[in-house]
Structure formats: structure tokens, C-alpha cells
């Protein structure tokens, strides 16, 4: 299945406590762009070979300890893994790529920081500790645990909230429901209106929006009225702080800007909803975090500071966002290259795709049909040997690709750690050594032996 897939990235990330299931296999964050495009934690967009998402780790955890007792990890050194024969199998396995809780529940997804992970069994969900035991029962189609450590449950068509241990505190009276924020307000829809509830589930904000975003640090949040309306953004007390007027909305920058369209023209506009840069652009994108963001005039793209100004002026064919590395990924005369903060070539356009620098400093870059990593100077790392890849390496030091026609994960030498393979029509788990550690041995010593 192919993994690789054009990019987009013109509006702020709406950052979600998500996990992505690719190739049944677990990614430990992800992001939401403005227009619903599921995206990895460095603002790339991630394929999903399943529909599952779950919480993703954000708090320091608690060290655990494995069903054997033999080695004491941290929830972020395990991987959630499916494989599919009968149905699914899965389970969780650490970075070395060993088995650490068997592949027996029909789905799973990523432990939260209270230690907690999503699984199901018998068509419900439930949680799980990290030992593989239940806590809460498998009754519910289950949604990621709160900050405030509240479950986000459904049952029935409607959605409440339970403790960690199942005891359900807010009703499940919902229609729809999202998780709590950072200022203790979690959006929740009635007769098909959203609002905002506390954690006692009193309407703080009463439920007459059509559409509503979260708050972020400005204590703003977008919002509309009506199916296709202008939208504007509210308060913590439901008033608008910014009048919907606007045909698309971005979130906040930490310059304080946000993208707005006006009149099919982008600009940006400052936390009090003044334009701070007029409405003249095609496209334009969240600033980065070296203060210039894409945006796109007569056909091209550059980049521009946050006075409206071009940093660097409009000649590519398509840019995407600068990384932690202060390079961006830009596109010209059909070739993917690298170029720093004052528009040079850091690395030459050669490429036939390219991703951002992840935060190990490699990037995944495409060259004669193959994805391989490079370096900030350019530098293959580890060769173009694959088919298709999912970006760039995670924080544990995994990346996800496609190797004659297998999903595997590598470390950052390209070793292969986990690999998925089929054997007598069964899909396996395979380690570094390409043994066999899951199904064991026995559930197809018959076959082999055929």
C-alpha cells in the first residue's frame, strides 16, 4: 500500500493528542491541519492504513514494568502493532523491537501519560494498564483520557466522561464531544449545536455554534454560527473577541498572527482582530519558527516576515515550513531542495520529493524512486533504498517504511528493528535477525513443515 503523498501545509496545525495506525503500527503523535489532513508531529501528513487513533504520550510518565517483570520501561519505549490474518492481532512491542505485551486484543492504541491505553475485545473498548490488564472493562467505543485524567467515552450513540476507573462522571448525554483544554473547557454538542462544558459538565459556553476549534494560548478559539458561515473567534466567555467575518480562519502563530482569507484573498490579522498584514495573497501559511511563513502570490511561492514583507521573494513552485534546523523544503523546475532563512541553497534541488528535517536532523528525500535520509549538508545517511516512507524518524529514533513491499521500522543506521511479513498466507512479526517473534513458532511449524 502506498505510503508516500503530495503536501500541503498552509494553515496553523491544530495539534491533537492523536496516535496514527500505520500498517497497524503505532505513531506516538500526530497533528490535525485546518483542512482535516491528518499530519506526523513534524507537520508532515501521515497515511493511515487503519481508521484508528488514540492519545498520544505528552507528561513525563511513570516508569513501568513489563508482564515478565524483567526490564522496566516508559510508555513512550512502546510501540502499539497490529497484524491482520482472521482479524486483527494486536499488542505492543518495545523499541528493540521484543514482544512486550502479546498480540491478543482486536485493536489497540498509544498509553496516555496516566499510564492508560485504549484496547478492544469483543467489538468494545476499554483500557488497559501498562502490564496488559484491564482497568476499565471493554464497554465502550472509547476516546483518548483527558488532561484532567477523564475518559471520553460513547456508548450508545452518546458521549460522557468516566475516571480511571470506569466510573462515569459526567452523564453521556452528548451527541458529540472533544477533549478537556489546558483552561479546563472541553467542546461538547447538544441538539446539534456546540459549546463549551467544565469538568463538573455545567455549560460554560452554551451550545449555539455550529462549528467550534479549541482554545489556544491566547485564550481564543474559531468558531461559526451557521453551516458554511464567516468565521471569527470567541472567548472563554463565549462573546466574540473577533467578528466571523472571515471565509477561513488560521490559529495563532507565536508571533500573535493568524491567517485569515478575506475576500478570496490571504492575510493576518493580531489577537484583537486588526489586520496586520492586508489580505493579498493566494495562499499563505502559519509562521514558523524562525518568523517567516509561506505564502503564495502570482503562481510562486516565498516567505515573509511578520511585517508582511518578502524575506525571501516568490520564485518557488511550492515551500513548506522552516524546521528546527532553520531549513525549509522548497520546490523548483519540478526538484525538491533546502534552503535557509535568506533564500540560499543550503541544499541543492535535486530531489524528486522531500520531507522536513525531523528532529534528529535527518530528512526523508526522494531520488530515482526510492526514499532514502539525509543529513542538513546533504549527505546520505542512509541510501534511497525504499519504496515509500511516512517521513521523517520519530522521537524514539524510528521511522516507518516500505521495503520490498513489507512495513518495517529502521533505526537511525536504516538497520531494520521490526518488519511485517507474510508466511503461508499468514502475516508475521519479524525482528532485526529476521526471526519470527510473533505468532510463535508453533502456530505455523505445520505450515513450514508443508
Known sequence: MELDMSRRLANK????????????????????????????????????????????????????????????????????????????????????????????????????????????????????????????????????????????????????????????????????????????????????KWGFINVKGKWIIPPRFEWVGYFDDTGLAMARLEKNGELGYINTKGEWAIPPKFESVGYFSDNGLAAVKENGKWGYINVKGKLAIPPKFESAAHFSINGLAAAKENGKWGFINAKGKWAIPPRFEDARYFSVNGLAVVEENG?????????????????????????????????????????????????????????????????????HGKKTYIDMSGLIVIQVDKICGLEVLKNGKGEIIWPKADAIETCLSI
Open 13 to 192: 496545525l491544530v495539534i491533537l493528542r492523536v496516535v496514527l495506525c500505520l500498517a497497524g503500527i503505532g505513531v506516538s503523535s500526530g497533528l490535525l491541519a485546518q483542512n482535516g489532513t491528518v499530519l506526523t508531529s513534524d507537520g508532515k501528513p501521515a497515511v493511515s492504513l487503519t481508521e484508528n487513533v488514540a492519545p498520544a504520550l505528552e507528561d513525563e510518565p511513570a516508569p513501568i514494568t513489563t508482564p515478565a517483570g524483567s526490564r522496566i520501561y516508559k510508555p513512550e519505549e512502546l510501540v502499539w502493532i497490529c497484524i491482520h490474518n482472521r482479524g486483527n492481532e494486536c499488542g505492543y512491542i518495545n523499541i528493540q523491537g521484543e514482544v512486550v505485551i502479546p498480540l491478543r486484543f482486536e485493536g489497540t492504541m498509544g498509553f496516555s501519560s496516566n499510564g492508560l491505553a485504549e484496547a478492544r475485545e469483543n467489538g468494545k473498548w476499554g483500557y488497559i494498564n501498562t502490564q496488559g490488564e484491564w482497568v476499565i472493562s471493554q464497554r465502550f467505543e472509547s476516546f483518548p483520557i483527558t488532561p484532567d485524567g477523564l475518559v471520553l467515552t460513547q456508548e450508545d450513540g452518546k458521549y460522557g466522561y468516566a475516571d480511571v476507573q470506569g466510573k462515569i462522571v459526567i452523564p453521556l448525554r452528548f451527541e458529540n464531544a472533544e477533549l478537556f483544554f489546558v483552561n479546563g473547557l472541553a467542546a461538547a454538542k447538544e441538539n446539534g
Open 335 to 403: 526538484k525538491w531542495g533546502f534552503i535557509n532563512a535568506k533564500g540560499k541553497w543550503v541544499i541543492m534541488p535535486r530531489f524528486e520529493d522531500a520531507w522536513a528535517f525531523s528532529v534528529n536532523g535527518l530528512a526523508a528525500v526522494k531520488e530515482n524512486e526510492k526514499w532514502g535520509f539525509i543529513n542538513a549538508k546533504g549527505e546520505w545517511v542512509i541510501p534511497p533504498r525504499f519504496a515509500a516512507t511516512n517521513g521523517g524518524f520519530r522521537a524514539d529514533g524510528l521511522a516507518l517504511v516500505e521495503e
